[in-house]
């Protein structure tokens, strides 16, 4: 073998190498920008959550002004939720903390049979169950995403390409649900079936 045909192969070996890693490389970060968008998704319904409450609380507030602790509580609760976070852990533990509050709040209706048949209440609980059921959607989505991309991260041989580009883990986002029993579901016209499974989805 003369020395042309040496670097006419070693040229083409090297080529594929570069072919190879590029579709790698397209691959991580196509699996990255899926990510993005479906933490997008999981962040627009946790702002739509965030947009109920003020209304919900105003709303028991009118029934049930003497709870203060709990209504405060609530309120407290969605301030440390909208608040600028820089870790996703921080966002969870903040979310599934208003999440606890605002089981609280929500299970004071039984207290007050006026406040379980006002139309605004209902219309307003009717909307979270709405949203918290598309929250655990778009959070069971997104961790699959998340799933795929460190999956690629960890594997051989995409992990080499993944190491020198410098692709990083994500983390998964898990928060607690809110109780069904607390979120009745609208069935019919106006008729609310109760279902006690809340319970947390463990990573």
């Given at each position: 073998?003369?020395?042309?045909?040496?670097?006419?192969?070693?040229?083409?070996?090297?080529?594929?190498l570069l072919?190879?890693?590029?579709?790698?490389?397209?691959?991580?970060?196509?699996?990255?920008?899926h990510?993005?968008?479906?933490?997008?998704?999981?962040?627009t319904e946790?702002?739509?959550?965030h947009?109920?409450?003020?209304?919900?609380?105003e709303?028991?507030?009118?029934y049930?002004?003497?709870?203060?602790?709990?209504?405060?509580?609530?309120?407290?609760?969605?301030?440390?939720?909208?608040?600028?976070?820089?870790e996703l852990?921080?966002?969870?533990?903040?979310?599934?903390y208003?999440?606890?509050?605002?089981?609280?709040?929500?299970a004071l209706?039984?207290?007050y049979?006026?406040?379980?048949t006002?139309?605004?209440?209902?219309?307003?609980?009717?909307?979270?169950?709405?949203?918290?059921?598309?929250?655990?959607?778009?959070?069971?989505?997104?961790?699959?995403?998340?799933?795929?991309?460190?999956?690629?991260?960890?594997?051989?041989?995409?992990?080499v390409?993944?190491?020198?580009?410098?692709?990083?883990?994500?983390?998964?986002?898990?928060?607690?649900?809110?109780?069904?029993?607390?979120?009745?579901?609208?069935?019919?016209?106006?008729?609310?079936?109760?279902?006690?499974?809340?319970?947390?989805?463990?990573?």
């Amino acid at each position: 073998m003369d020395y042309l045909s040496v670097i006419l192969i070693g040229g083409a070996f090297v080529g594929l190498l570069l072919l190879w890693s590029m579709g790698i490389h397209n691959g991580l970060v196509r699996s990255r920008n899926h990510c993005d968008e479906s933490w997008s998704g999981i962040d627009t319904e946790l702002k739509r959550r965030h947009e109920l409450i003020p209304n919900l609380v105003e709303v028991v507030r009118a029934y049930a002004a003497h709870e203060r602790g709990t209504l405060e509580a609530v309120v407290a609760a969605r301030a440390r939720a909208v608040r600028d976070h820089t870790e996703l852990a921080d966002i969870a533990n903040d979310e599934s903390y208003l999440v606890s509050r605002l089981g609280n709040l929500l299970a004071l209706v039984e207290s007050y049979p006026r406040l379980k048949t006002d139309m605004q209440f209902l219309k307003l609980q009717g909307e979270l169950a709405n949203t918290e059921n598309r929250i655990q959607t778009a959070r069971r989505y997104h961790n699959a995403n998340v799933r795929d991309l460190n999956n690629r991260i960890e594997s051989f041989p995409s992990n080499v390409v993944a190491r020198l580009c410098r692709f990083e883990l994500w983390p998964f986002f898990e928060i607690d649900n809110l109780p069904e029993r607390e979120v009745p579901r609208l069935s019919g016209d106006a008729v609310w079936k109760n279902h006690p499974v809340g319970q947390r989805h463990p990573r």
